[in-house]
């Protein structure tokens, strides 16, 4: 079993819908980090949580700590948010290391 | 504020020749992360400096790759030589703090294609 684990794998949507995208860790965790990779891009950090909600434009992150989950939510969905949405998660007691998810494939059409 | 650099963007080799890849990482960020991520995976980390002393380097294939960061600022990651598989996309993060206190920036990568 992957110690971080992400779904759906591979998500389209049409412009404007809401998007939800999960993610599930076993591990002990401090925080907790949502990043957005286009194709042949690098990656972007979007959040950084260890507990509650944050929201940053159209893009909310919560996380439950006790559960052992957390969701990233868009709002009115764009195409240009299509892009790898990935979770990572640096277990209580590493030196930062992060074990990542792999990845929510997100296409939004027009 | 500037991010973190990389460089080359693009790297074409063959197989047995020699690389090197250069990061800078965002002024004042004491740690440094160099992750290999082939294509449809995610990324892997080759190792990660605290400073200019490594803190984690348990994945690096050490009988090719080497890396260092002297003065504890920018860092480079060295392949001799290179195989077929290690053709991927390196990338060089930073963060203030690490990872389980700190937000990471990332460069945009160095694509390496070995033929």
């Known amino acids: 079993k992957n110690e971080v684990e992400q779904s759906p794998q591979n998500l389209t949507a049409q412009e404007g819908e809401f998007i939800t995208i999960n993610c599930s860790y076993s591990v002990g965790i401090s925080a907790l980090h949502w990043l957005q990779q286009h194709p042949g891009g690098g990656i972007v950090s979007l959040f950084m949580l260890s507990s509650g909600k944050k929201k940053h434009g159209r893009l909310i992150a919560t996380i439950n700590i006790q559960e052992k989950h957390s969701s990233l939510h868009i709002t009115a969905s764009h195409p240009r948010d299509s892009a790898v949405y990935i979770c990572a998660v640096p277990p209580e007691g590493s030196q930062g290391n992060l074990i990542f998810g792999k990845g929510t494939k997100l296409s939004v059409k027009p | 504020e500037a991010g973190v650099a990389q460089s080359p963007r693009y790297k074409i080799i063959e197989k047995r020749q020699s690389v090197a890849f250069w990061c800078n990482p965002i002024s004042g960020h004491a740690t440094l992360y160099w992750y290999q991520q082939i294509l449809g995976q995610g990324p892997k980390l080759l190792i990660q400096f605290q400073n200019n002393g490594v803190v984690d380097d348990s994945q690096l294939p050490k009988d090719r790759f080497s890396a260092e960061r002297l003065k504890g600022v920018d860092s480079t990651l060295k392949i001799q030589p290179a195989k077929l598989e290690d053709s991927a996309v390196y990338l060089c993060?930073?963060?203030?703090?690490?990872?389980?206190?700190?937000?990471?920036?990332f460069g945009e990568g160095s694509r390496l294609t070995v033929l």
């Open positions: 993060a930073s963060s203030l703090n690490p990872s389980n206190t700190g937000e990471l920036f």
